[in-house]
C-alpha cells in the first residue's frame, strides 16, 4: 500500500474512528485502526466492538485532490499512537507506505516514523445490514434528541436495558425514552420514511453509543439515514458510517406512568427555577442525597429548601403562577436540574399529582419533550 | 457583625483567599476562611498553615461604595461551601449578617443561607513580619520568573530543599534556581532595594506556594514588594498579602555545575525544534523513559530519532548552525520540552562539552536564564 493524503482532512477522519476505539479491549487487533485505500479512495475503520465507526475519503471533494493512491493495500496502525502522530506532522501532507511484514512509513515534512502495524486480515468486518427499517432525521434533530434523553439513561448495570434509549414509533411519530426507574426523559419527533407504514418498538440504543454519536454529526440540518436490525442499528452520513449494537431484553412500558390528570400545577420561568435549584443543590449535594423541598406558600410564591445538617440551611421564595391545590413535596434536585438544562422553552409547569406520586415538568408553549420525576420520601 | 457588599468584588476575593485553603488539612478551623469587618472594610484570611493569603477590601474605591458596615465583627465560614456560594448567588450585593453561636445569614436577592460559623478566636493569627529584607519587582516579572523556573522543581520528598525555588542575590541582581539534579532553570532579573547593600542567600520558596502566587499575581508591571525573614516570605500587592513558609536545609551551590567551556554549540530554532522533539516524544513515552536520541550529521544537519520497540521508530532531521565537534548524545525529551516550553526567544544555542557531560540551553539574544541538564546513558 502507498498513497499520499491532506494532513488536515486526515486528521479529522482519524480522530472520527478513534472514538469508537477503547484501550481496554480484550481483543487486540481492535486497539488499531484498519486503514483501506483501493482505487476511490481510503476507508478507515475503529470498533470496540459494540461501536464501530467507517469514514471514507475520497480522491478528491469539490475538484480538490485529497488523496493520491500509488498501490491499493490495507494496514492495521495501533489508534492511540496513530492519531497522535497524525496530529503532530509538520508537514501539509502525508505520505504512508506499508512495505514486507506490515511494516509502515510515513512521511511528513522532515519526519519519519516507522510503525510495526497489524494483519489486516485479522480485523473484524462489519455487519452487512439488510436496509428495511429505515428511516431518515436532520442531523441537528437527531442531536438535541440524543442530548434530551441520553443524560437520563441508567449508569447501574442491574438492569442491563435500562442503560439505553428506547426507540419507538406511534402514530408515525419517533418517541425516544429514557428512564434509570427515578426519573424519565421523553422526546418526540417526526420522521421520514420510505415505507409510510413502518412502525417498531423496543429499539434500545446504548446511552453510551448515542454519546459517541452526538460527538461525530455536525450541527446542520443534512439528513441521515437510520437502519434498524434486529441486534443493531446503523447511521449513515455522507462518507460516515456509525453501528451500534442494541440493548437485549424488554425496555418498561412508559407510556402508562405519565400522569394525565392534575392536582398541582405550577408555571415557572425555567433558567430562575434552575438557578434556585442549584443554589439549593450547594447544600443538599453535601448529605449526598440531593434531597430539595417545594412548598407552595400564600400569595403565588413557591419555597424551595434545602438542609445540610453540618453546614446550614438555604432558603429561597420564587414567584410562580399556580393552578390548584396547596403543594408541599421533596425531590432528587439533581434530576430535575439535569431535566431544566436540556429544556430550550423559557417556561414551564410542573404538574403534581400528589406528594407521594411521580410528577411531571414540560415546556408551556408545545408537546415534544416532557420529563417525569419521582418524588423523594423524607420521613 | 452586620455588612453588605458588592458580590462581584467580594466573589473576588473569596476565590483569592480560597486558593490557600486546603481540604484535607488536619487543623479543623483553617477549612474556612476568616472574614473580618471593621471601620476600614472587610479582611478575608486563607490558610493551610505553608501558605497564608490576606486580601483587604476597602469601603469604597475609585468613589464607588463596595461595603457598608453596619455593626463590626468575625467570623469564620467554610471556604468550599461559601466560595460556591456566593458565586452562586442572584443579587448585586450580598449581606452578611453573623447573630449568636456564629449563625451566619447571607442574603441575596430572593436567596436566604444560613450556615453554621466558626470561633474566629480560634483561627491562627498570621505571622508578623519584620520588613528588614525587602526588594521589588514588578508583578508580570514576577510571574515570569516563576513560570521559567518552577516548573524544574523536584517533586520528589526525598530532598525537601530541591522542591523549592531557590533565592539569592548575586552583585546586586536576583537569581531564581530550580533543579531536581537532573536538570536545572536558572533565571536572573534585576530588583529594586530600600538598602543597596542588601544580599541574601538560601531563601527557598515551596514550589506549590510559587504556582499558587502565580495564579493571583496580575500581568501587569504594578510594583510587588518581597518581604524574607528567616523562615517566611510575603508577597505584598495592593490589599492582597500572600505569605508563605520557607524550606529548611541547604540549597545546592548550583553555579559551579554549569560549564562554561563548548565542544560542540548547534544553534537551533526554539519552536520547529520544540515541535520535532514532542514527535520523538510520541513513541519515548511509551517506554516511559523519554529518551531522544540526538546526532550531528555532515551539511548542517541534526538527526532526532527515538525508538519504542513495540511502536516504532521516528527520525527527523531538521537544519541547524553548527560549531566545533561532532556529537551524539541521549537525553531525557520531556525535560528539554519543559525548558523550551517556557524560552521566548527565537533561536536558543544548545552548548555540549561532551557525550557525558551536562549540557546548556539558552536563548541567543540574552543571558538572563539558561536551562542545564544531564545526559541520559543508554548503553
Do not use: W
Request: proline share 4%.
Amino acid at each position: 500500500m502507498r498513497f499520499s493524503i491532506n494532513r488536515d482532512r486526515f486528521v479529522q477522519d482519524v480522530q472520527n474512528v478513534t472514538k469508537a476505539v477503547s484501550s481496554r479491549t480484550t481483543i487486540p487487533i481492535l486497539t488499531g485502526i484498519k486503514i483501506v485505500a483501493d482505487h476511490e479512495g481510503i476507508t478507515l475503520t475503529g470498533s470496540d466492538s459494540d461501536i464501530s465507526i467507517e469514514t471514507f475519503i475520497p480522491l478528491e471533494e469539490e475538484g480538490t485532490e485529497i488523496v493520491k493512491i500509488e498501490e491499493q493495500g490495507s494496514i492495521v496502525l495501533q489508534a492511540r499512537f496513530f492519531a497522535e502522530i497524525v496530529k503532530k506532522l509538520p508537514g501539509e501532507n502525508i505520505e504512508l507506505i506499508v512495505q514486507d511484514q506490515f511494516a509502515t512509513t510515513i512521511r511528513s515534512g522532515s519526519s519519519v516514523f516507522n510503525l510495526n502495524g497489524l494483519d489486516p486480515e485479522e480485523y473484524p468486518r462489519l455487519p452487512q445490514l439488510e436496509e428495511d427499517l429505515l428511516f431518515r432525521l436532520p442531523q441537528d434533530m437527531l442531536k438535541n434528541v440524543i442530548r434530551q434523553t441520553v443524560f437520563a439513561v441508567s449508569t447501574q448495570e442491574t438492569r442491563p436495558v435500562l442503560t439505553g434509549v428506547n426507540l419507538e414509533t406511534d402514530e408515525g411519530v419517533l418517541i425516544c425514552t429514557a428512564t434509570d426507574s427515578h426519573r424519565l426523559a421523553m422526546r418526540k419527533t417526526t420522521i421520514e420514511k420510505n415505507d409510510e407504514g413502518l412502525t417498531f418498538s423496543n429499539v434500545v440504543i446504548p446511552g453510551k453509543s448515542l454519546t459517541e454519536l452526538s460527538k461525530i454529526i455536525e450541527d446542520n440540518n443534512e439528513l441521515i439515514d437510520v437502519v434498524v436490525t434486529e441486534n443493531q442499528v446503523l447511521f449513515k452520513m455522507k462518507n460516515l458510517l456509525f453501528f451500534s449494537r442494541l440493548l437485549e431484553g424488554k425496555y418498561p412500558v412508559t407510556k402508562s406512568m405519565i400522569p394525565t390528570q392534575s392536582k398541582t400545577t405550577l408555571r415557572l420561568k425555567t433558567k430562575p427555577f434552575l438557578q434556585t435549584l442549584e443554589r439549593a443543590l450547594l447544600l443538599s449535594r453535601e448529605g449526598k442525597n440531593n434531597v430539595i423541598n417545594l412548598k407552595t406558600l400564600e400569595s403565588g410564591l413557591v419555597e424551595i429548601t434545602s438542609i445540610s445538617p453540618e453546614v446550614g440551611k438555604v432558603t429561597e421564595n420564587i414567584e410562580t403562577h399556580m393552578q390548584g391545590e396547596e403543594m408541599r413535596i421533596s425531590f432528587n434536585g439533581k434530576n430535575i436540574i439535569d431535566a431544566l438544562k436540556v429544556i430550550d422553552s423559557e417556561e414551564i409547569d410542573i404538574v403534581f399529582t400528589g406528594a407521594m406520586s411521580p410528577f411531571v415538568i414540560r415546556p408551556i408553549d408545545h408537546d415534544h419533550y416532557l420529563h417525569l420525576f419521582s418524588p423523594v420520601r423524607t420521613y
